[in-house]
């Protein structure tokens, strides 16, 4: 699958621009790759009939070509598609919390139980792990060393059978113990596939768990939605572990299943130690599964000019403080080289003289220079002089000048600047109502 999406997002960069022929081929490009790793048909036409739709009616940023566009719109739609751009809420909502680990064996599960309890003892949860596993030798042993090395509380019994009897038990004796989260792990092999399912089934029932996590194996690749299937028929399935992504370039497996279940993947397992678990980031995900690097880059960049665009409108709207100076210092410094700037700035709304500056290529370093040190100034003063500049006066200029490492008149002269813009906005909004007024609005 990552192979699939780098060889078209390259054939997309090869593209000299894209016309009605070239989008629907791309569209169909992304299909194919999509329902050739399983994702069912529905799901692959909502993704690409969105990002049709998305690349017809929304004009990129300026600065951003189609090209680069198309590639953000399938970055995006595909990280919507994993959960959005928020991380997932890994908050245990009440108390006990019953967190139920399904999957086939060699997932991750009991491995994946112990980092889970691990993270959440590190958050000031009280944690119980219980093992149902009766069916792999050893299970009792590896859980219960993990535990002591968490710091959790253990429930197992080494020679049942009845993995039932000891849920019944596990959950009886962390409850005597007031934990917090009790997460329960199963086992992942029976005599047969239909056995393991019924098991995780009556293990439900019994349980009746607040959360049931499916473990995936991330280098299973496409089996992934077979085994998702599989589970979905006797166990919801609300959230999904993601394991052993240290070790794999084929993720997309995981894509598929997710996006089958409805569920969102909360966890990714990043290593075998019992720290290298992370909260999911879809962002990266899908970053990797595309397999650019400098996707980054260009998504970062197109984030920095929506950013823009936003303390431009708030500083037409007259909501001009050096708050707004501030965002604007550190949305033009993510947007990389000054120089690059001038074509992404509305330059109107720089005062004469640092326009100068700009277009000058050899102050072009020095008016860089000039930003850090207003972003220092900035960074000293107290919230209530960002807000509210006018307070500002010669005793706090000091202060401030000190706090940053600068001269007072390094402080003046960004107060200056600061001055300029909202004598400007006024102009602006004041011009607009004359044309309002005659245009009779
Ligand atoms: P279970 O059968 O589902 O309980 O799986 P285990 O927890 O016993 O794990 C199976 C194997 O996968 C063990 O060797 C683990 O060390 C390994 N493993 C689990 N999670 C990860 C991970 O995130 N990265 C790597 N590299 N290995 C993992
Ligand atoms: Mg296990």
Do not use: C
Not at 258 to 269: D, E, L, P, Q, T
Not at 272 to 300: C, P, Q, T
Not at 304 to 311: D, H, L, Q, R, T
């Amino acid at each position: 699958l990552i192979e699939a999406f780098t060889n078209l997002v390259n054939r997309i960069r090869g593209l000299s621009y894209i016309d009605e022929a070239t989008l629907k081929e791309v569209l169909r490009e992304i299909q194919r790759i999509l329902l050739r790793a399983d994702v069912s048909a529905d799901v692959v036409l909502s993704i690409t009939k969105t990002i049709e739709e998305r690349f017809r009616q929304e004009k990129p940023p300026q600065g951003i070509t189609s090209k680069e566009f198309l590639l953000y719109l399938l970055y995006q739609e595909l990280v919507k598609a994993l959960g959005g751009e928020e991380a997932p809420n890994v908050n245990v909502s009440k108390r006990p919390y019953k967190l139920m680990l399904i999957g086939v064996e060699g997932s991750g599960k009991t491995t994946s139980a112990a980092k889970l309890a691990r993270f959440y003892i590190k958050r000031n949860l009280r944690v119980g792990l219980i093992e149902t596993d009766t069916y792999r030798p050893g299970a009792y042993h590896q859980l219960k060393q993990l535990a002591e090395r968490v710091n959790a509380l253990f429930y197992g019994e080494e020679n049942s059978k009845d993995p039932i009897a000891i849920l019944r038990h596990g959950l009886e004796y962390m409850q005597r113990n007031r934990v917090d989260l009790i997460i329960i792990d199963t086992a992942g092999r029976h005599r047969n596939e239909e056995e393991l399912l019924k098991e995780a089934k009556a293990i439900y029932d019994e349980a009746k768990p607040d959360e049931v996590m499916l473990v995936i194996d991330a280098t299973v690749g496409r089996q992934a939605a077979a085994q998702t299937e599989a589970f979905m028929k006797y166990v919801p399935i609300h959230s999904v572990f993601l394991t052993k992504m240290d070790s794999t370039a084929k993720a997309g497996g995981a894509l598929t299943s997710v996006i089958r279940s409805g569920a969102r993947i909360k966890f990714i397992g990043v290593g075998e130690d019992i720290d290298e678990i992370e909260v999911f980031d879809a962002n990266k995900y899908v970053s990797r599964l595309l397999g650019m690097g400098d996707l980054e880059a260009l998504i970062e960049k197109i984030r920095a000019i929506e950013e823009e665009s936003k303390i431009m409108e708030e500083i037409e709207e007259g909501k001009i403080n050096l708050l707004t100076i501030k965002k604007q210092i550190d949305s033009i410094m993510k947007l990389g080289p000054l120089s690059k700037i001038l074509e992404l700035l509305p330059t109107s709304m720089l005062p004469m003289q640092y326009r100068a500056v700009m277009l000058d290529e050899e102050k072009m370093s020095n008016a860089q220079e000039m930003l850090r040190r207003w972003r220092h100034i900035l960074d000293s003063m107290t919230k209530e002089e960002l807000l509210n500049p006018d307070i500002i006066n010669a005793s706090r200029i000091r202060r401030i000048a000190k706090g940053a490492g600068v001269t007072p008149k390094d402080v003046k002269e960004l107060l200056n600047y600061y001055q300029l813009m909202k004598r400007m906005v006024n102009q602006i909004k004041k011009s607009r109502r004359r044309l309002g007024r005659l245009v009779g609005e």
